[in-house]
C-alpha cells in the first residue's frame, strides 16, 4: 500500500532510512550519525548510543555530517565521519567520530574541537537503556572512584538521578547474557527519562549540577568514549534468528475500569476562533473544556468573557486553568481574578491553580526559585472561589510533579501535563514515549493514591519550554524537539498517537484527559497555510471524538503480542462492545483478534499505517 507522506506526517518530508549495522549476533541501526535499537540476538539492548551537543535553551543541534564511511563484514562494522556544529557567533563545533563493531564488543569514541570557543549547555554521549522488562530489573554500577555497587533500575520513577559519578553499569540482557557499558573521557550521570515521557534510562555525561551552559576552550579537544560489552555465557556464535511476519495477537485480559472525560483546552488567543467552530465543538461534545487564563501574558477580564461565551453553548463542565504570578501575595491575586470572573459573569465549575514560576524546571543543583508555599496558594484559591472544586499540580510536566510534590489534602485533584518531543523528535522516539506513559500515572498513584487525576493538555508540539526561555520556532516543518508547531499534527501520525496515548492510560482511572485544542498549533481544525484546508479536520479529530464519545464507557484491557507496534483496547456502552485497534507504525500490520470475538466472520485484521478501527464484537 502507498500513502502520501502528507497524510501520514503532515509534511512531504520523510525520515532517512537508518542503515542496519551488524556484526555476528550484535546489530545496530545507524541514524544522523548515532546508534539507535542496539540488539544482541534480537533483544534490544540499549534504545541510543548519541554524541549530541545541547545549545543555551536545551535545543538538539543538527549537525551537518561529511566524510561518511561505512565498512561492513559478517563479524564486523566499522563507521567514520565529521560532524559539525554552527553555533551563534559564527562558532562551529567539529566532532570526530569512529565507530567500531565486533560479535561480542561495540566502540563509539569521539573528539570535539572548536577554533574559536563554543557555548553549550551538554556536549558528549548520551546513552539509553530501553525500559520495558529493565524497570526495577538488578544492575552492577561502578562509580569513577573504582567502587562496584550491586543497585537495580528504578521502578517508580525517580525525580532525581538514580545514578552519579558513573564509570559503567552493567545488566542482564537475557539468561547468562550480560551487557556492560563502559564511559570515559568525564564523569557520568544517570537520569530517569520516564519523568518527561522518553521510554528510557538516560545516561549523560557532564553533572547537572555543574554550571550550564559552559564554554567549550578554544583548540582544545574533548575526547569521550562509549563502549558495550556482552559476555554470553552460553557460547552460541548464530545469527539472530529472522522475523516471522506472522500477525500480531490480541487477547481480552483481566483489567478493566471506566473511561475518562474528554477534554479540550482553550486559550484567549483561540477563543474566537472556537467561538465561530462551535458547531464543530458540539459534534465533538467534549466533557470538560479547559480554558488557560495566564495574568502574567496580559489575559483579563475580556478573555474572561470570551470563555463566559464559549461556556454558554457548551453543553459540558469548564475549568479554569489559572497560572498565578506570585508577585504579590496568593490572597489578593486570587482576589483579583475571582473579581474579573464576576466582572464577566463567568463561573467555572473547577480551578486548576499552580504558581507561574512552577512551569520552569528546577534541575538538580539549581537554585529554587521563589514561591509561596502551596499550601498558602491553595488556601488563597479556596477562600477566592468558594463552593468551586479546586486542582492543583503541575501546568508543566509530570518532572516537576515529581520533583515538586504539591501537598494535595486542600485539593479535589491532581493534574500535570506531558509532551513527547522534549529530548527527541523522530517519529521512533515519539511513539516509544508512550511506553512510559504506564510508569508516569503508576507513580502518580504511588504519590497521591486514589486522588482525582487527571492529565492534559499533552499534545506533539510544544505549548511552554520549562527547559528553556522558549519553544522552538519551527517554520520548516521539520521533526525538532521542543517545536512549538509541529507537523505531524496536522497527520494521521497525531491520530495514531492520541489513541495510543489514551490506550496506556487507562489504567490510571483518570477523570479527565485532555488531548487538544479545537484551533490553531494544537488544534482539531487547521489554520492558515496548513495541508488541510483551512478549518477542516485534521485527522486527530476522529480520535478525539471517539474517546468523547466513549466517556464513562466501561473498559476492557486487550493484550497485544507486540504491543510498540499495535495496541487495543474493548469499550463496552450503550451501543454494545466495540475493539478499538490502533497500528502505531509506518507500514501495514496484520493483526488477528480472534481472541476477541469479533462480530463478523473475519478474524484477522490488515491495519493501514497509523490507523485505527473500531470492531464490533460478540458479547
Known amino acids: 500500500m502507498t500513502i502520501d ?159 552519579k559519578d558513573m564509570r559503567a553499569i552493567t545488566h542482564a540482557v537475557m539468561p547468562d547474557v550480560q551487557a556492560e557499558c563502559r564511559m570515559e573521557g568525564d564523569t557520568f550521570e544517570m537520569e530517569d527519562q520516564r519523568n518527561w515521557s522518553d521510554a528510557s ?34 557460547g552460541s556464535t548464530r545469527h539472530p534468528p529472522g522475523m516471522s511476519g506472522g500477525a500480531i495477537k490480541l487477547e481480552l485480559g483481566a483489567r478493566t475500569g471506566t473511561m475518562p472525560d474528554i477534554g479540550v483546552i482553550i486559550t484567549p488567543e483561540e477563543a474566537d476562533t472556537t467561538l465561530s467552530a462551535k458547531s464543530v ?68 465549575d473547577a480551578i486548576m491553580i499552580s ?39 503541575m501546568l508543566s510536566y509530570f518532572t516537576e510533579l515529581n520533583r515538586k510534590r504539591v501537598p494535595d489534602g486542600q485539593l479535589d485533584f491532581v493534574s500535570h501535563c506531558t509532551n513527547p518531543i522534549v529530548h527527541a523528535a523522530d517519529d521512533l522516539s515519539v511513539m516509544q514515549t508512550l511506553e512510559a506513559l504506564p510508569f508516569i500515572t503508576r507513580s502518580v498513584r504511588a504519590i497521591y493514591g486514589d486522588k482525582p487525576y487527571r492529565i492534559g493538555p499533552s499534545t506533539i508540539p510544544m505549548r511552554q519550554n520549562p527547559y528553556g526561555s522558549r519553544t522552538m520556532d519551527n517554520p520548516l516543518g521539520a521533526r525538532i524537539p521542543m517545536a512549538n508547531r509541529d507537523p505531524r499534527h496536522n497527520g494521521r501520525f497525531a491520530e495514531a498517537f492520541a489513541l495510543g496515548y489514551a490506550t496506556r492510560v487507562l489504567d490510571a482511572d483518570l477523570e479527565c484527559l485532555t488531548l487538544s485544542a479545537l484551533s490553531g498549533p494544537f488544534g482539531l481544525i487547521a489554520g492558515p497555510a496548513e495541508p488541510t484546508e483551512q478549518g477542516g479536520r485534521r485527522p486527530l479529530f476522529n480520535t478525539v471524538h471517539t474517546l468523547s ?57 490488515l491495519l493501514a499505517p497509523f490507523a485505527t478501527a473500531a470492531l464490533p464484537l460478540v458479547d
Open 355 to 393: 504558581p507561574s514560576v512552577d512551569r520552569q524546571s528546577t534541575p538538580p543543583g539549581s537554585k529554587w526559585p521563589e514561591c509561596p508555599p502551596l499550601d498558602e496558594v491553595y488556601t488563597a484559591a479556596r477562600a477566592a472561589f468558594p463552593g468551586i472544586r479546586i486542582g492543583g499540580g
Open 201 to 234: 534510562y538516560k545516561i549523560y555525561v557532564r553533572p547537572l549540577a555543574l554550571p550550564w551552559p559552559y564554554e567549550i576552550a578554544a583548540n582544545r579537544p574533548v575526547r569521550q568514549k562509549t563502549s558495550l560489552v556482552i559476555r554470553d555465557a552460553r
Open 5 to 163: 507522506a502528507l497524510q501520514l506526517y503532515g509534511t512531504r518530508l520523510v525520515e532517512t532510512p537508518p542503515v542496519r549495522l551488524r556484526a555476528g549476533k550484535l546489530e545496530a541501526d545507524l541514524v544522523n550519525g548515532n546508534l539507535r535499537t542496539i540488539r544482541y540476538g534480537g533483544t534490544e539492548v540499549l534504545r541510543a548510543i548519541s554524541y549530541l551537543v545541547r545549545d543555551r535553551d536545551w535545543g538538539t543541534y543538527s549537525p551537518e555530517i561529511a566524510d561518511l564511511r561505512i565498512e561492513q563484514s559478517d563479524d564486523r562494522f566499522e563507521v567514520a565521519y565529521l560532524a559539525r556544529c554552527e553555533g551563534p557567533d559564527d562558532t562551529k563545533l567539529i566532532i570526530d567520530v569512529h565507530i567500531t563493531g565486533n560479535a561480542d564488543r561495540l566502540d563509539f569514541e569521539a573528539e570535539a574541537i572548536a577554533a574559536t570557543g563554543f557555548e553549550t549547555n551538554r556536549c558528549g554521549f548520551c546513552i539509553l537503556h530501553p525500559i520495558v522488562g529493565v524497570a526495577g530489573s538488578p544492575a552492577t554500577v561502578e562509580h569513577v572512584d573504582g567502587e562496584i555497587v550491586a543497585t537495580r533500575f528504578p521502578d517508580v520513577i525517580e525525580p532525581w538521578q538514580p545514578f
Open 549 to 605: 464519545r466513549l466517556a464513562g464507557a466501561s473498559w476492557q484491557e486487550c493484550v497485544s503480542s507486540s504491543p510498540s507496534e499495535v495496541l487495543s483496547f474493548v469499550a463496552r456502552n450503550a451501543a454494545g462492545a466495540r475493539l478499538h485497534v490502533v497500528n502505531l507504525t509506518c507500514e501495514e500490520r496484520k493483526v488477528d483478534c480472534g481472541a476477541c470475538r469479533p462480530a463478523d466472520a473475519g478474524k484477522e485484521l
Open 281 to 348: 465543538l458540539t459534534e465533538i461534545a467534549p466533557q470538560e473544556l479547559l480554558f488557560h487564563f495566564d495574568p502574567g501574558a496580559g489575559h483579563g477580564v475580556e478573555a474572561l468573557r470570551r470563555f463566559a461565551a464559549i461556556a454558554t453553548v457548551h453543553r459540558g463542565r469548564s475549568t479554569l486553568e489559572i497560572a498565578l504570578p506570585c508577585k504579590s501575595s496568593p490572597s489578593s491575586e486570587a482576589a483579583e481574578i475571582a473579581r474579573q470572573m464576576r466582572l464577566a459573569e463567568f463561573r467555572p
